[in-house]
């Protein structure tokens, strides 16, 4: 790097030279480069050796896609947790609510909460929600399962890849998803009233 510097300082001087020096003496200007392409080597050895050369950190070009040190880097999620009265399971809190509510009204209360009702999308979480339903002394509870142009959703945009149905009542009439505790879901009418399960996305920090 330090020899491409003083090669382009040579040549700009020689280029800037008045015409007629140039004209008097090129074997000169020539001889003159040579010995200064051949001392530049000389000269980082010995600094080198002496210890004096210090590139000052701005100066050194990084590439685009390096890895940042830990101390510039923002700081990254470390932890995920759910607040007082969630239980964490897979990647989201869960909590049930004790006071019986339509559909409808279950929903804005998860609302409320920062969530939704509650999906469940492979058989350890229905599982799981099945225990929590159990624990609370009850057989039934809302999820978030509804019925939208003859299509089964889930309120909370998850994907209706799982299914666990014990029995399909008529769908147009009964729009909405109930969990059992000892079976697989059933469709019933959104107007009952049902315990019901709450889920968000956790607390990071």
């Known amino acids: ?22 004209e008097k003496a090129p074997d000169a200007a020539v ?38 040190s830990e101390e510039a880097a923002a700081p990254e999620s470390r932890f995920s947790f759910c607040p007082s009265g969630w239980f964490s ?20 209360h998860c609302n409320g909460l920062g969530g939704h009702l509650a999906s469940a999308t492979n058989p350890g979480e ?34 209706f890849y799982y299914t666990n149905w014990y029995g399909q009542s008529s769908s147009s009439s009964l729009p909405c998803i109930h969990l059992r505790t000892s079976y697989g879901w059933g469709n019933t009418n959104c107007g009952y009233a049902y315990r019901f399960i709450c889920s968000k996305n956790p607390f990071s920090c």
């Open 89 to 108: 399971h897979g990647s989201r809190c869960f909590t049930l609510i004790n006071t019986p509510m339509t559909w409808y009204n279950a929903e804005e």
């Open 126 to 159: 229905y599982s799981f929600l099945q225990q929590m339903t159990k624990l609370t002394g009850q057989s039934n509870a809302w999820l978030g399962g509804f019925i939208l142009q003859g299509r089964w959703l889930w309120i909370d945009r998850e994907g």
């Open 1 to 22: 790097m330090k020899t491409l510097l003083v090669l382009s300082l040579l040549l700009c001087a020689s280029f800037a030279a008045p015409a007629e020096d140039k």
């Open 31 to 68: 001889e003159a480069l040579k010995e200064q392409i051949v001392a530049v080597p000389e000269m980082e050895e010995k600094m080198m050796e002496d210890g004096e050369v210090s590139v000052p950190e701005d100066s050194v070009p990084v590439p685009r896609n390096a890895p940042v």
